[in-house]
């Protein structure tokens, strides 16, 4: 983890010296790596150099670089793991860092042109939070450190899956690669996503909050508006990916797009302002699928004020925005959704949080 990550992880930071030297006997995690000096040479460690990170606790401890960028996990003497944070996460209280406030309002969601979005019906909703991003590799990576999210998987998986496609698919998971730490966290299931959210005291985001934080009320298809998607508004599949799929997966892909937006898989987070949602939500459209917190149903033509999920066990979930390889526009509207059984782990599904706010 090198200074390049502070702003992003929104850990607390501040510089220190790099050390040569031995590991230290270590019991314990360090909850607050402090700034590591000894990322040189771009973002790689220097094997056998160890670098001091201070502890929860103010001691200092350190953190070895075992071979070229792996170091091992900074330890602190006699600290415990601490607990998971957990808030009430319907409290009226304030957006986190990282997050959008949402106003309460009144839209229409769905859509007729849809197959599984019809009818359009009425929802009003309270206000709420939603993350501006989807959850980076580096932010779910500090959940775990911590004890409160099962470690990811760098691999896909789903009922049926065979070897082969196992090994094809797997190549596009983001954890556990270097230089991904900005990238979207993929291959997680239902309950990884759910598990982060609450340890950052809030929940994945209903679908009517989803929608509305991606369209707000005028109706649009999209989140920029009613523009077809173009390669400087999302990351889906381009030509980029096209000509990816043919070299990497021998496969013959249609681009939703002729140009190319720079990602032929998932992108970092955030890189394409121009396709913000009126409420300047990034990344609602392409990047990965992203879980929420419903079972899918049918929609009925009820009006509905702050839709609860309903939850029937292993039932499958609601996903919403489309993905890099996503090859149709419609795939990429704002009213589109898939259901997807919540164990499953797929390249190009990760997830947002959301909370209720105070307005
Ligand atoms: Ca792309």
């Not at 259901?339 to 990760?350: A, D, E, H």
């Amino acid at each position: 983890m090198c200074m390049e990550d502070r702003a992003h992880l929104g850990t607390a930071f501040r510089s220190v010296r790099s050390r040569p030297g031995p590991a230290v006997v270590i019991v314990g995690l360090c909850t607050f790596m402090v700034g590591v000096a000894g990322c040189s040479r771009g973002n790689k460690c220097i094997p056998g150099v160890s670098v001091e990170c201070s502890c929860a606790n103010g001691r200092r401890s350190a953190q070895v670089c075992a071979a070229e960028g792996t170091f091992q996990p900074c330890q602190c003497l006699g600290l415990a793991i601490p607990p998971p944070v957990k808030r009430a996460p319907d409290a009226a209280v304030d957006c986190l860092a990282g997050q959008v406030p949402i106003p309460g309002g009144t839209f229409w969601m769905g859509d007729q042109d849809l197959d599984k979005s019809k009818p359009v019906h009425k929802v009003t909703l309270s206000p709420y939070c939603i993350d501006k991003t989807e959850v980076t590799v580096a932010a779910y990576r500090i959940c775990v450190q911590a004890g409160a999210c099962p470690p990811a998987s760098a691999t896909v998986d789903w009922k049926g899956i065979k070897p082969e496609d196992k090994t094809k698919w797997s190549q596009f998971c983001t954890w556990g690669k270097r230089g991904y730490d900005k990238h979207p966290i993929n291959c997680v299931d239902w309950t990884q996503a759910n598990a982060y959210c609450e340890w950052m005291g809030g929940r994945l985001p209903t679908e009517a909050e989803w929608e509305y934080a991606a369209r707000g009320s005028d109706g649009r298809n999209y989140p920029w508006g009613n523009q077809p998607p173009d390669a400087t508004r999302l990351n889906a599949c381009g030509s980029e990916c096209a000509s990816m799929a043919q070299q990497r997966l021998d496969a013959s892909w249609t681009p939703m797009y002729a140009d190319n937006d720079g990602w032929p898989a998932t992108a970092p987070v955030g890189r394409y302002p121009k396709g913000a949602s009126p409420f300047g939500v990034l990344d609602m459209a392409g990047n990965v699928w992203e879980w929420t917190a419903d079972s899918f149903a049918d929609y009925n033509s009820e009006p509905a004020t702050n839709p609860q999920p309903s939850r029937h066990d292993d039932s499958p979930r609601v996903t919403r925005g489309g993905a890099w390889l996503s090859e149709l526009a419609a795939r990429v509207r704002t009213a589109d959704r898939f259901g997807l059984v919540p164990g499953y782990r797929i390249n190009s599904l990760g997830f947002r949080c959301a909370r209720g706010a105070k307005m």
